[in-house]
């Protein structure tokens, strides 16, 4: 059984930072894409970040690109989530979440991930 969780949610001032991890375990990571969601209330889950299985590709919503930055050690089944310069607009509760087919592309479709961590509260301030 595969398990996500998530850590390093928190409340900040506007123009801090953060460093969200996802931990993996019951099977090994390092073949498998990972990404990041968020959902804000009244609002739907959207995309944030995405890395494929080898850590070589990354992606990135508009919103977040430039401040936000994900890799991956695959040593330690572990997904990590650098957030600079954090807007209150980022408040949400932040989900990692992995893709069950080994190989498979990271993408920004949060109906391609079958697995998924029970979430991390971020609040930013203004």
């Known amino acids: 059984q595969v398990q996500l969780v998530e850590s390093g949610g928190g409340l900040v001032q506007a123009g801090g930072s953060l460093r969200l991890s996802c931990a993996a375990s019951?099977?090994?990571?390092?073949?498998?894409?990972m990404g990041w969601f968020r959902q804000a209330p009244g609002k739907e889950r959207e995309f944030v970040s995405a890395?494929?299985?080898?850590?070589?590709?990354?992606y990135y919503a508009n919103s977040v690109k430039g401040r936000f930055t994900i890799s991956r050690d695959n040593g330690k089944n572990t997904v990590y989530l650098q957030m600079n310069s954090l807007k209150p607009e980022d408040t949400a509760v932040y989900y990692c979440?992995?893709?069950?087919?080994?190989?498979?592309?990271?993408?920004?479709?949060?109906?391609?991930?079958?697995?998924w961590g029970q979430g991390t509260q971020v609040t930013v301030s203004s």
């Open positions: 979440a992995t893709r069950s087919t080994r190989y498979s592309s990271a993408t920004s479709y949060y109906t391609d991930y079958d697995y």
């Open positions: 890395i494929s299985w080898s850590g070589g590709n990354t």
């Open positions: 019951g099977r090994t990571s390092s073949s498998y894409a």
